[in-house]
């Protein structure tokens, strides 16, 4: 198989984690190239449901080496919460199956406070974070004043590190917002100890990932959130704080844009975004509602409710342009199943008053039959086969997997490239 980037084409969500898990069967390594535990994805393996949030999606395959890259920020407790999980489930990862780039940016407890407290303060005019400490981890990374996971490993040098920029957070968080402050000693003892755990999976994930490639293996680039919550491409501000899109890759997993042959958005049938920020598509009340108690749309990492809508062209236009997409994969088709016509935005209109977008939509026939077992996608009803043909159609880029229920074995493939 060549090698891959995965990324959403929306708001997150999209299930990246199944499609990314059925693909690692062909792949020699997944490497995330970018975020942290903000991201959640759900793998259902032979009925059991697992949800990782660093970890990445190849992880229930064996042969399959997982890398956690450069570009990552980590909160270590949180990745021993899963390497322990993974333990409990008779599965655990051997330092040689998971690889943690030693470059990775650490997430301090005081980046989850800040995160957590600069919310609060904000009130209704907050971003939506998920709290995870995401942002201000990222903003001591390019402020250079931030932790990486290899410096864990040496007492000394992080002490003298956090010295120099523990001051400053902890007069944040005690002068600004009343929070209590970190003591140093006990800061570094507990960083220390999650580092004297991590040991044996860290390393240097540029070494992994250009092995595999000059001996000829396939990698696949796992993206997390989705392309509008690019920080350069989104809508910002309500963005996250990192580069979902596609070049995001090369950056965040040290590799050049020559490196890559294929580019694969994740799309949803319908739309959904958690947080706040402008959804032109969002639909309120039943029809919403609907969407949401069908596709069982709460977050994998928040829990929160997420806000439902109908399917965007122009949106998807737009990420195909931002990411070089070559192929999509779409997911969650099975939630659309029973609705008798399903509205699509095929363009919009501007509202005169203030600019704002207004969607103009295209009723799609709906489908009655239930598609989750479906094993071709010959079986599928003809509304449901025209509904994919007309958004392919419509976006300029083939559908060649859909997804038709959370299991391994609910995917649908057309075309030649994913099996070979
Ligand atoms: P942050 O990444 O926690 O800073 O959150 C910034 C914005 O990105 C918020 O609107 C979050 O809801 C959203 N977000 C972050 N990660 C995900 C994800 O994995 N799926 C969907 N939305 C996300």
Known sequence: MPNIVVVGTQWGDEGKGKVVDVLSRHCDAVIRFQGGNNAGHTLVVDGIKSIFHLIPS?????????????????????????????????????????????????ILPYHCDLDRLRERALGGQGIGTTKRGIGPCYEDKVARRGIRLGDLMHRSALQARLQVVLP????????????????????????????????????????????????????????????????????????????????????????????????????????????????????????????RRVGQEFGATTGRPRRCGWFDVPLIRRAARLNGLTRLAMTKLDVLSGLPKIPVCVRYERDPTDGSPIPVYTEFEGWSQDITQCTSFEQLPPACVAYIKE??????????????????????????????
Not at 81 to 89: H, Q, S, T, V, Y
Not at 393 to 418: A, D, K
Request: charge should be negative; aromatic fraction near 6%; include cysteine.
């Open 168 to 291: 400053e957070k902890n007069r944040m968080l005690t002068e600004w917002y009343g929070a209590p402050a970190y003591d140093l000693d006990e800061l570094v003892d507990r960083m220390v100890s999650f580092g004297e755990r991590l040991a044996p999976y860290l390393g240097d994930a540029i070494e992994l990932v250009h092995g595999v490639l000059e001996r000829g293996g396939s990698v696949l680039f796992e993206g997390a959130q989705g392309t509008f919550l690019d920080v350069d491409h989104g809508t910002y501000p309500y963005v996250t704080s990192s580069s979902t899109v596609a070049g995001g890759a090369c950056a965040g997993a040290g590799v050049g844009p020559t490196d890559i042959d294929e580019v694969i958005g994740i799309v949803k049938a319908y739309t959904t975004r958690v947080g706040a920020g402008p959804f032109p598509t969002e639909v309120q009340g039943e029809s919403g509602e609907r969407l």
């Open 58 to 106: 190849g992880i229930l395959r064996p042969s399959c080496r997982c890398v956690i890259g450069p570009g990552v920020v980590v909160d270590p407790e949180v990745l021993l919460g899963e390497i322990d999980k993974l333990i409990e489930a008779g599965r655990p990862p051997e330092p040689g199956q998971l690889l943690v780039s030693s470059q990775a940016h650490v």
């Open 391 to 420: 958004l392919q159609e419509l976006v300029g880029v083939s559908i060649e997997l859909i997804s038709v229920g959370p299991g391994r074995e609910q995917t649908l493939l057309r075309g030649s490239f994913f099996t070979t």
